[in-house]
């Protein structure tokens, strides 16, 4: 559905989209990187408001979030259209070109996730949420008004600019932010973007909602002890409670490379747990994933894939009565 899209300004007969970093600048008919922002007879609309092309009851574990409600499902919807052009998108198939969809008013799509079992909430999730502002924005203050105990969850590339960020952030419970490097010139080449305003993203939200950080190691470009030593002590320096997935990157979209060496990504998670407390490993069958208490080493929870056995009731160790990061 077609709708007036937010965060704009004309420039004579163009337009400037100020919703995220790329700030394209639209002739008329013309759309912006994303893909759904387009300047329609001198004004800013965004055209897949309300347009669903997955819907699915995702585990939480799925999105990554660990330490955020941990053993519950949660409604998971995506959209079409993304703001940056990874070469190893896993998701092209909706990211970059137009699926078929349906369309759901933010009314219906917040009741939507009251009939699952289990369900803490929506998760806006599959393609990139940034483009879709305007519907989530809607939807997540229709839910928090009608049914406040549930939760809105992006899973974003933190690729927005800081006043819609600031706009969407009071209703927004848990985030996973991709940090996919440390380099600017990778962020550049493979990406499509740059790295700052990435880490201004993970900076702004931190304190302000639930993150957790995903970084895909990919073989011979972002995968040096360095780099992963980088990515460790910045998120330490702001919290070192807050978890990291450190991923396998395997061939896909226009990337062919070979998948990146497993003791590659497990030598990346002694480096990084120097920093930080808790680390995951993602894309690696058979590692174990389990959360133990970062003090004493008492297992907290229990995860084998999807499966997942809470060894605790409450965020506080059993063992050392230590407070937890973990929101139950």
């Not at 809105?152 to 600019?161: K, P």
């Not at 360095?226 to 002590?233: L, N």
């Not at 030598?267 to 994933?289: E, T």
Request: hydrophobic share 35%; aromatic share 10%; charged share 20%.
């Amino acid at each position: 559905m077609i709708q007036n899209a937010a965060y704009w300004q004309k420039e004579g007969s163009q337009i400037r989209c100020n919703l995220c970093p790329h700030h394209c600048l639209l002739s008329k008919g013309k759309k912006g990187i994303c893909s759904v922002r387009l300047n329609e007879a001198g004004t800013l609309k965004t055209e897949n408001f309300g347009e669903i092309t997955a819907m699915h009851v995702d585990p939480v574990e799925k999105k990554p979030l660990y330490h955020f409600k941990p053993g519950k499902r949660i409604l998971s919807v995506g959209t079409y259209g993304c703001n940056l052009s990874c070469d190893f998108c896993q998701n092209y198939s909706i990211a970059h070109y137009r699926s078929k969809s349906e369309f759901l008013p933010p009314d219906q799509l917040a009741a939507s996730c009251t009939v699952p079992d289990n369900n803490i909430g929506i998760a806006f999730t599959y393609n990139e949420p940034v483009v879709w502002f305007e519907y989530i924005l809607e939807t997540a203050k229709i839910l928090k008004k009608a049914y406040p105990d549930l939760s809105i969850v992006l899973v974003t590339n933190g690729y927005i600019e800081a006043a819609p960020l600031e706009e969407l952030l009071p209703y927004v419970d848990a985030m996973n932010i991709d940090l996919k490097s440390m380099q600017q010139r990778y962020y550049h080449r493979i990406c499509g973007g740059s790295l700052q305003p990435v880490l201004r993203t993970i900076e702004m939200s931190y304190t302000r909602c639930h993150i957790e950080v995903t970084t895909l190691l990919v073989n011979g470009l972002n995968d040096t002890e360095e780099e992963i030593e980088e990515i460790a002590a910045f998120i330490s320096n702001l919290d070192k409670n807050i978890p990291l997935h450190i991923s396998r990157y395997f061939p896909a979209y226009k990337m062919s490379r070979p998948a990146t060496d497993i003791e590659v990504i497990k030598r990346a998670a002694v480096i990084a747990k120097k920093h930080l407390h808790y680390v995951y490993l993602g894309n690696m069958p058979g590692v174990d994933n389990s959360t133990y208490c970062h003090k004493c080493g008492k297992q907290l929870i229990y995860r084998a894939g999807y499966s997942v056995r809470m060894l605790i009731e409450r965020a506080e160790c059993p063992a050392c009565n230590i407070s937890l990061p973990i929101i139950i």
